[in-house]
């Protein structure tokens, strides 16, 4: 099932990077097609659409226009990322499952956590992780010390 992300909403407003960055990692795990768009211009090199393997990410001034055109071309068996309720009433009428930000932040960092050995996230923690923050640990570490030779 391909996916469609609205990346401004994934990312908060601010961390464009973080959010490529695990769309590509979502797509290369789970062998899927992805569009990702961006509200506005691109960073200064970059195309306004770039092909990344099975990623296409779109810089566009209206996203969610965007994405609308390209669900209306046949939105059944798409699945769009956004927490934008308007937006999501919409895709759904379309045909689209839609799959709130907050599941795909928990997705992806339960998926690394099974993968890779590191803590699951709290709900608390996913900003950290969107602005690739390393989590603290939970608990204080022991330190270990020397034993004393006794006389």
Known sequence: MPWVVD???????TAR????????????????KVVLFFDGAPPPGTPAVEHLGAVEV??????????LALL???????????SDQALASKARSLG??????REFWRKLAGWEA????????????EMDYRLG??????????VRRKRRKSF
């Open 7 to 13: 990346g401004n909403n994934v990312a908060g407003g």
């Open 96 to 101: 689209a499952e839609v799959v709130s930000v």
């Open 72 to 82: 209306q071309q046949g939105g059944r068996g798409w699945r769009l990322v956004s």
């Open 17 to 32: 990077e973080a959010t490529r960055r695990a769309v590509l990692a979502l797509a290369h795990r789970e062998k899927l």
């Open 58 to 67: 779109r810089y566009v001034p209206h996203a969610d226009s965007a994405i």
């Open 133 to 142: 923050a390393t989590p603290l640990p939970q608990g204080p570490l022991r």
């Open 114 to 125: 099974t993968n890779k050995g590191e803590p699951k996230f709290s709900a608390g923690e």
